[in-house]
């Protein structure tokens, strides 16, 4: 996925459907606030890749080939789930239910197995959210620093 742990709308430009006759028919189809986007196939161990989807406001946005919608069915804090869906410790427990060898998929069904550890305090989601948001941002000022 080229989208990095959280898709904030506000920052982010996407492709569309130029056609309003062609998107209507996706209309039941459209992510919200929180959902996750995973990617159910890739050449390597990419495959559960994801990004949050946040601040949407009015924009209509679809999941895109070879990708997965996760909707939660409690609400987390804002870059809780992109984080943590793409640590090192939640993606080595989709290792195993990954197949194939050349091309690596990830069913719908397995995901559904799968367990998210979380604080059960909502403030503590916003500060681990919050604090990986403020590392990614300060690595990409210090990466422009050096180009």
Do not use: W
């Amino acid at each position: 996925m080229k989208y990095g742990e959280v898709l904030d709308l506000k920052t982010e430009t996407l492709p569309y459907i130029q056609s309003k006759e062609i998107a209507d028919k996706f209309k039941a189809s459209l992510l919200r606030n929180g959902d996750v986007v995973i990617a159910d196939t890739a050449e390597d161990e990419t495959v559960g890749k994801c990004t949050e989807i946040a601040n949407l406001g009015t924009f209509e946005v679809l999941a895109g080939l070879h990708t997965i919608p996760l909707r939660p069915k409690q609400t987390y804090a804002v870059g809780y789930l992109g984080y943590y869906m793409n640590s090192n410790s939640f993606h080595d427990t989709l290792l195993p239910l990954m197949q194939g060898t050349k091309v690596t998929s990830i069913s719908k069904s397995a995901l559904q197995g799968t367990t998210i550890s979380y604080p059960t305090e909502y403030s503590e989601q916003e500060q681990i959210g919050s604090y990986f948001r403020n590392l990614d941002n300060l690595i990409t000022l210090h990466q422009r620093k050096q180009k």
